[in-house]
């Protein structure tokens, strides 16, 4: 069963740490993401990765950054966490070619104390 | 900018009626819609995908059209279940990159 997997369910840290998210892949797919979904805002687009190495920025990457070392993993680092990061973050991951039907992870639960 | 829209926002229906689910976008320049389910607390589950030369998609129950003309999109869930409780969210892709709606929340009375 093809599958996204994100490295915890629920986080619980301190306004100022570094935080990484992890996400995994194993369906050799070119194209990872990260959401966050919040009540009222719905999901929107922290980063993209289109290929190694890769990223662009998507509608909200202030206080994020990400990084993609290895077709398979994509990570989102929360460079200092503050307690507006608090909320669910979400990972997907989707194939090049059309139709780029996404995959979904189970989903972090962040909270910045 | 795609603007993706659902309604209504939350629906209650008794066990076994059919539920129909409502999904607008602005841009009809798509390349594909999905519909995804989402349990409280949870990640979300793909459960229909329509690419743009398609009209609909069917999976059991499951029922997805898509009108992209008009940009529209609607899911039928027949003879709904318990089960089926959940918040459905509609998403568009004008590349490679999602657009959602705000979703629906269903509650299935049994």
């Known amino acids: 069963d093809v599958k996204v997997t994100q490295s915890s369910r629920y986080l619980v840290k301190r306004t100022g740490e570094k935080v990484f998210l992890e996400c995994v892949q194993d369906?050799?797919?070119?194209?990872m993401f990260w959401y966050r979904q919040d009540p009222g805002l719905g999901l929107r687009l922290i980063y993209f990765?289109?290929?190694?190495?890769?990223?662009e920025k998507g509608d909200i990457p202030e206080g994020y950054s990400v990084s993609r070392e290895k077709k398979e993993r994509f990570s989102l680092i929360l460079e200092s966490a503050s307690t507006n990061q608090t909320s669910m973050y979400l990972c997907?991951?989707?194939?090049?070619?059309?139709?780029?039907?996404?995959?979904f992870g189970s989903g972090t639960r962040l909270t910045v104390v | 900018k795609q603007e993706v829209t659902q309604i209504p926002a939350a629906l209650s229906v008794p066990e076994g009626e059919n539920l129909v689910l409502n999904c607008s976008f602005t841009?009809?320049?798509?390349?594909?819609l999905q519909w995804f389910r989402q349990d409280p607390g949870k990640g979300l589950t793909s459960l229909l995908l329509?690419?743009?030369?398609?009209r609909e998609q069917t999976s059991g129950r499951l029922n997805a059209s898509l009108d992209k003309s008009s940009g529209r999109s609607t899911l039928y869930i027949a003879a709904s279940q318990p089960g089926d409780s959940a918040t459905y969210l509609c998403?568009?892709?004008?590349?490679?990159?999602?657009?959602f709606g705000a979703g629906t929340t269903v509650t299935v009375r049994a």
């Open positions: 990765s289109y290929d190694v190495k890769m990223k």
């Open positions: 997907a991951s989707a194939g090049r070619d059309r139709p780029y039907g996404y995959t």
């Open positions: 369906m050799d797919h070119e194209n």
């Open positions: 841009d009809s320049a798509i390349y594909n």
């Open positions: 329509i690419q743009s030369s398609q």
């Open positions: 998403a568009v892709s004008n590349d490679y990159k999602l657009s």
